[in-house]
C-alpha cells in the first residue's frame, strides 16, 4: 500500500538539509507521498528507509519488457481501472499466431501476411507488435527451426508456445536475445520453464484456470527467481476471462495484492474468429497487456489496433494535428478553402466529409490548442485574428485565384468580423462536418 | 491462495425503463423490452446485478439513406422505400426493437408532411409487433412540428421518442408524457448537459424511470474514446447514487460505424484493409462491443451480420 506523507516523514533524517531541494524533510516526504519526487534526491536516507520506501514505491502492478530494439514493448505498471481518471499507460501488446507445423510456403506466406499488419489512420502508423508461434507440431527441433526462421524474418516481437519445456529451451536458444516470452508455463512445468526464462532472461508467462492457482505460481516463479511474470487465465469464456481480467485490475490496484501484480495475456483458441476478435476488442479496453488472436485478416486487425489507439489515448490531452493549411485531393487555384481547429477528431471528421464529396479544397487547421471549434470560440482561440494570422502565416493566398472563405456554420457569428479583418468573403458552411459534401456540391458550385 | 476482496458493492441502481406495451397493456405489442437495472459496471456480477443486457435496436428510415455502402445496403435495397417492410426485415434479422429515424421531415432531406409521417408510423406498428423508437430529425422546428402527430398516432405503444435537448424539449417532454411515452434524453458527449437535460425535463414532471439518455456516438476512430469515457463517467455516478444519472443509455453505432472511410472505401480505394465486404461489418461490430463496456443499454445497429456477431458476443457475456 502507498505510504502517507507523514509515514514517509518519519523514515527520512528530519535534518531540513535542504539537500533535496525542498525547504524541510516533511515538504520532501509530502512530495513523495505524492510522486512529485524521488527518494534518490535524498542523499542522507538509510538503508532501512530505502527497503520500506522502495518496497512501498514499486508499482502495483510490475512493468514486463517483451522483445528486443524498437519492436520491444512494455505492458503493465498501470494506475487506473478507469482512463478518465488518469489514462492507461502502456497500450496492449497484440499478438498473432502463427503454427510451426505448416508446410514451408504456407508458413512464409502467412508470416509475411503477419508482418504487413499495419496501418495508417489519423497520421500514425499502427501496427501488431508480436507474433506467437505455436508448437502444433509437438516436435522440438521443427519448433526451433521456426522459431529461428521466425526471428530472422520479422521485425515484430516473438512468443512462443508450448507446453514442453525440452522443445521450449531449443527455441529459446535460437532466438534468446530477442528476448521472447515464454509461453506455455503451467503448474505442471513451471520449474523447467522457470529454469529457461531464468537462465536465458526471458520473460515468461504463467498459466492456470483460476486467480487463486495464478496467485500461488507467480510465488512460487518468483522465489525461482524470474519476475517478469504474465498472466494467463485460462478459459474458453469471455465473462470469465474479462472478470478475471478485472479482478486481477482491482486486487493489484485496490489491495496492493503483489501475488497479481502482473500483466495479463488472453487467448481464446476455439472462437470463430468473429467473437475472438469482439472478446479481443473488450479485452483491450478492460485490462489486458496483450491479446494473443487466431484472426490475421487486415479487416479483423484494424479494428483491434484502432481500439488501442482510442483506449490509450491520454483523456487530459486533446490529439492534435499540426495547424497548417491541407490539401485534399488534386487541388488547384479555383479549389475552396475551409477552415476548422486542429482539434483532430475535428480536422479528421472535416477531412473525411471533403474526401468523400470528391471535390478537392484545402483545409485551414487554425491552431486551437488542439479544441473543438465552439469550444475554441468560447475560450476566444479561434477569433478573427488568429484566423487572419493563421492564413497570413501558411499563405493561402497564393494558393487560390480567389478570395471566399468558408467558415464552419457553428461559428458564423464570426462571418462578418473574418470579413473585415481579412478582405476575404466569409461564406457560411454546415454546422456539421457531415453538411459538407452536399454544401461542397451544390453551394459552393 | 485466497484472492483480496475485491467486490464493490454500488448504493445506486439505474432505473429499469420497458418500452413497448402488450394489448393487456393497451398497446399491441407482440414483446416489451425492459432495459436498465444494473447495479454494478458491466457484466460483473460478483459485485451486484449487471442488470438487463443490451437490447439491440435496428434503423428503419422514413427516406432511403443516400450514402450507405454497397455491403450494408444490398441486404436492405429492396425495401429501402417500404418503412413497414424495411421494419419486418430488421424482425428476421434478430432486431429487439425497431428504432424508426425520421430524417425525411428534415426541410433539407424532403421535408415529409406529419400525415406521411403518421401513416409511415402506423405502417410499422402493423407489419412488426416489436417495440418502437421513433426519433426525430434535429431540426427543433420540424421536430417540434411532426412529433406531437406521431406520438398521439402512436398512443398506448409506449414507444421511445427521441430526443429531447437542452435547447428543445418542451413539447416533446409535454407530448410523451401525455401519450405514455418514454423519452431520449440528448446530450453532445457532455456529462454536465447529460444531467442537465434529465434536470429539465423532471422538472416538468417527467418521470425518471421513462428516462433513456444519449451522448451523442463517436465510432471506433472517430472519437469513441470521448463517449465511451461520457458513459463510464455516468454509469460510475448512478452506481454511486446520483440519481439524475441513474437512467438507462442509448447508442447510435450502426449510423456513425457506417459513415467511417474504413466501413466506406472499396477494395480498389483501400486495399490494404482487406476485404470491403467484411470490413464495416467488423467496424460496427467493435463500435458495439467496445461501447457495450462503457455502459449501454439500447443499441442502434444497421448490418444483419454485425447485429447476429454482438448479440453473439452479449450472451458471451452473461
Known sequence: MALTGLEIF????????????????LAFAMQLAQKKAELKDCPDVSEEAKGILGAASAPPIKLVSIGSGDKQIGIGEENVLFRHDEKFYNPTGVAVTLSDDLDDAAFTEKLNKINGLKFTRVGTEI?????????????????????????????????????????????????????PLIFGANSDNWEAMAAIAKEMS???SISASTLEELADMTEKIKEAGVTDIVLNQVSENTKEILQGLTKIRRAALKKAFRQLGYPAITYMPSYEPAQE???ASVFIAKYAGIVMVNACEPWQIMPLLTVRQNI????????????????????????PVLFTTNFSLTYYTVEGEVEASRIPAYI??????GTSVLTAYS???????????????????????????????????LSAKIQEKTKWEALVGPKEASGLPTYLKSTWN | MEIANIVDKCAGTVSEVTIGATKDEGGTRGKVVTVGGANSIPFMDFDGSPGHKPAIAMDVYDVAPEEWPEPLLKHYADVVNSPADWAKKCAEYGADLICLKLDGIHPDKGNRSADETVSTVKSILEAVDLPLIIWGCENDERDNEIMPKVSEAAKGERCLLGGATQENYKTITAVSLADGHNLITQAPVDINIGKQINILVTDLG??????????????LGYGIEYCYSIHERGRIAALSGDQQMATPVICDVGHEAWRAKEAKASDEEAPQWGSFADRGIMWEAITATTLIQSGVDIIRMNHPESVSIVKKHIENLT
Open chain 1, 10 to 25: 518519519k523514515l527520512l533524517p528530519k535534518t531540513n538539509c535542504k539537500k533535496c531541494g525542498r525547504a524541510t524533510c
Open chain 1, 277 to 279: 476478435v469482439a472478446s
Open chain 2, 206 to 219: 417527467f418521470p425518471t424511470d421513462r428516462i433513456v439518455m444519449f451522448q451523442t456516438t463517436g465510432a
Open chain 1, 127 to 179: 501496427e501488431i507488435d508480436l507474433v506467437a508461434l505455436l508448437n502444433n507440431s509437438g516436435d522440438a527441433s521443427k519448433f526451433a527451426d521456426r522459431a529461428k526462421q521466425v526471428s530472422e524474418n520479422t521485425h515484430l516481437s516473438l512468443i512462443l508456445e508450448s507446453k514442453s519445456a525440452e522443445n521450449m529451451k531449443a527455441a529459446v536458444e535460437t532466438c534468446a536475445d530477442k528476448k
Open chain 1, 202 to 204: 526471458c520473460p515468461m
Open chain 1, 312 to 335: 490509450y489515448t491520454d483523456p487530459q490531452k486533446p490529439v492534435q494535428v499540426e495547424p497548417k493549411l491541407y490539401e485534399v485531393g488534386q487541388v488547384n487555384e479555383n479549389s
Open chain 1, 379 to 413: 475560450g476566444d482561440k479561434l477569433n478573427e485574428d488568429v484566423i487572419a494570422k493563421a492564413m497570413a502565416d501558411t499563405k493561402v493566398e497564393e494558393k487560390v485565384s480567389h478570395k471566399k472563405l468558408i467558415v464552419p456554420g457553428l461559428v458564423a457569428i
Open chain 1, 364 to 369: 485551414l487547421a487554425v491552431g486551437t490548442e
